[in-house]
Nanobody, 121 residues
Framework: QVQLVESGGGLVQPGGSLRLSCVAS???????????MGWYRQAPGKQRELVAT???????NYSDSVRGRFRISRDIAKNTIYLQMNSLEPEDTAVYYC????????????WGQGTQVTVSS
């Protein structure tokens, strides 16, 4: 029932910035307060890796490669999470996926369709 709809990807130059958004459509208004949300990415020829997460207590976690450059946030009222990406590097080029892990009931997990981020000069 729940779908994660991502947007904001694109082509940027090294050192540039980009903001990704993920809307949890058809979800309850309180879904984000009962779930751990995250961003993952997968570059060509590589495994999907965790980028950042934010949990029910608003605690955040970042991959070492993005800490200090990226910031994950959420707007509970809008059922939306964001990934602010600054000081982008060519190594950040990947498909970025939104993820939700609900912490109650059957504890379902949802994935977005992915959005392409390309960092190139």
């Amino acid at each position: 029932q729940v779908q994660l709809v991502e947007s904001g990807g694109g082509l940027v130059q090294p050192g540039g910035s980009l903001r990704l958004s993920c809307v949890a459509s058809r979800a309850s208004k309180s879904m984000l307060s009962l779930a751990t949300m995250g961003w993952y990415r997968q570059a060509p020829g590589k495994q999907r890796e965790l980028v950042a997460t934010i949990n029910m207590n608003s605690w955040t976690n970042y991959s070492d490669s993005v800490r200090g450059r990226f910031r994950i946030s959420r707007d509970i009222a809008k059922n939306t999470i964001y990934l602010q990406m600054n000081s982008l590097e060519p190594e950040d080029t990947a498909v970025y996926y939104c993820n939700a892990k609900v912490n109650i009931g059957s504890r379902p997990e949802y994935w977005g369709q992915g959005t392409q981020v390309t960092v190139s000069s």
